[in-house]
């Protein structure tokens, strides 16, 4: 496996239902992680507008709006964000985000810029396919950290591509997901997921090489339901029993569903304004020197 930059960690945020669990690290909540568009009208000071995406279910069935991020000092800043304040994708898709700049100063400042997204572009751009690695950074809630957030790295691969929808099995929707295979557990909801060239490539050549791209954010782990037997192991039992075990497969919404979600109306009109704002300010600096 390689060694993943530490951005990749840095960019990762956790959530919870309210501060003071945030502050003790309590409670499942979930995963996210910050994602940044760069201004233009800014490009020479390398501007972004920064927000915190998650998935949609953490923050309406789960009820944990509350983001804790890692500070330079080793330990943590809690930003205490309502439920109000997250916007959700208008068609329904299990992805949700909130502004967040400007960021505290004690904050470590790493995110994805959208540059880096796994675009329906750079799918086809990369040939990104199944067999292609993925690794996916979250909260391992086992051992998330108390005082700092202490990510931690799962593996796998694509197994399928997001060309037919995956029914969301809470809300009905037709899911846009990757499948991916990589075990998984509670708590990383909203994690995002990386795809990257493997050293080893059977079977094809790419023409460019596939850089570390944001893939998509973790949704769902679809389980595998086992019939409970008798000691046997073959008779089932009387009852019917079945257990729920972990089919090893996770979903993950595709990154060009961020991108939609940004552009959304909320999003982009508050970007608008503020571009609107900032050329405003260097035309009439411009007429002053003048």
């Known amino acids: 496996m390689p060694r993943i930059t530490d ?42 507008y920064v927000y915190a995406v998650t998935n949609s279910h953490v923050i309406r069935e789960g009820k944990s709006p509350v983001i804790r991020l890692k500070s330079k000092d080793g330990g943590h800043q809690i930003l205490d964000i309502p439920i109000d304040g997250w916007v959700h994708h208008p068609q329904g898709d299990d992805v949700a985000a909130c502004f967040v700049s400007p960021l505290p100063a004690n904050i470590i400042r790493k995110w994805i810029n959208k540059d880096m997204w796994a675009t329906r572009e ?37 197994s399928m591509m997001p060309w037919e929808p995956f029914i969301h099995p809470t809300r009905g929707i037709r899911q846009e997901s990757y499948m991916i295979e990589c075990r998984l557990l509670p708590g990383y909801s909203g994690s995002p997921v990386f795809v990257y060239q493997s050293p080893l490539m059977l079977g094809i050549s790419r023409k460019e090489k596939l850089p570390f791209l944001l893939l998509g954010l973790d949704w769902c782990h ?6 409970v037997c008798e000691k046997d192991g073959k008779t089932p039992t009387p009852a019917g029993w079945v257990v729920n075990s972990n089919s090893g497969m996770a979903g993950v919404v595709p990154a060009w569903k961020i991108e939609e979600l940004l552009d959304e109306g909320t999003f982009k009109a508050k970007r608008d304004a503020e571009e609107d704002k900032i050329i405003g300010m260097k035309k009439s600096d411009s007429i002053t020197l003048d």
């Not at 409670?27 to 020479?44: C, M, N, P, R």
């Open 7 to 48: 951005d990749a960690l840095d960019c990762v945020i956790y959530l919870y239902p309210s501060v003071s669990e945030a502050e003790k690290g309590e409670s499942v909540g979930g995963t996210g992680f910050l994602v940044g568009i760069s201004s233009d009208a800014q490009k020479d000071t390398e501007m972004c």
């Open 222 to 227: 679809p389980s595998d339901t086992q019939r």
């Open 122 to 158: 750079l799918v086809e751009r990369y040939d990104i396919g199944p067999g292609d690695d993925v690794c996916m950074v979250g909260r391992f809630v086992n051992h998330e950290g108390k005082q700092k957030n202490i990510p931690s790295i799962r593996f796998g691969n694509i």
